[in-house]
C-alpha cells in the first residue's frame, strides 16, 4: 500500500537516506518524495548539492526495485551506479525544500538497468539524467 516509507526499501542508511516515502510504484515508474533537512551531509551552507540531486534519482530507483522484489518475496537486491549520461541542473534547492522525484525505467540489459529521472520542486524542474544501474545478483 502505498504511500511508504522508502527506507526499508533501499540498501542506504541514516545519514545518506535521500528519500522519505514511496508514492507510487509499478514496473516501469516510481515516485518519492524527500524533504532536505539541514543535518543532511550533502547540504552546503544550506543549499542542497548537485550530487543529493543525483544520489536522490538513484534511490527512487533503488526505492521502486526493493518495492518490486518486496511484492515478489524476493530479496531487495544492491545496486550500483555504473554511470550517468545528460545530467543537468537547473537550479538547487535548499533546507526545509520538498523534492518529488520520478525516475522510469527504460530497459534492462542483463544485471543493468537504464532509467531516466527528473526531480521538482513545487511545479519547477530542478534535475534530470539518464542513469545506468548495475544489479549486484547474489552468488550461490
Known amino acids: 500500500m502505498l504511500p511508504q516509507s522508502a527506507i526499508p526499501l533501499i ?6 537516506v535521500m528519500v522519505d516515502q514511496l508514492l ?8 518519492c518524495n524527500f524533504i532536505i533537512r ?6 552546503i551552507d544550506g543549499i542542497f548539492q548537485e550530487g543529493g540531486l543525483l544520489e536522490n534519482i538513484a534511490q527512487t530507483a533503488a526505492a521502486q ?7 515478489q518475496n524476493k ?14 541542473v537547473f537550479a538547487l534547492p535548499k533546507i526545509g525544500d520538498e523534492l518529488l522525484t520520478e525516475i522510469t525505467v527504460e530497459g534492462q ?4 538497468t537504464i532509467i ?3 526531480v521538482w ?19 550461490v
Open 11 to 16: 540498501p542506504q542508511k541514516a545519514s545518506f
Open 24 to 31: 507510487h510504484a509499478d514496473e516501469t515508474t516510481a515516485r
Open 38 to 43: 539541514e543535518d543532511n551531509p550533502l547540504v
Open 65 to 71: 526495485a526493493g518495492y518490486m522484489a518486496s511484492a
Open 75 to 88: 530479496p531487495v537486491a544492491a545496486g550500483f551506479i555504473g554511470s550517468v549520461k545528460d545530467f543537468e
Open 109 to 112: 540489459v542483463f544485471d543493468v
Open 116 to 118: 531516466t529521472g527528473k
Open 121 to 139: 520542486h513545487s511545479d519547477k524542474l530542478l534535475a534530470s539524467c539518464e542513469m545506468k544501474i548495475f544489479i549486484q545478483q547474489d552468488k
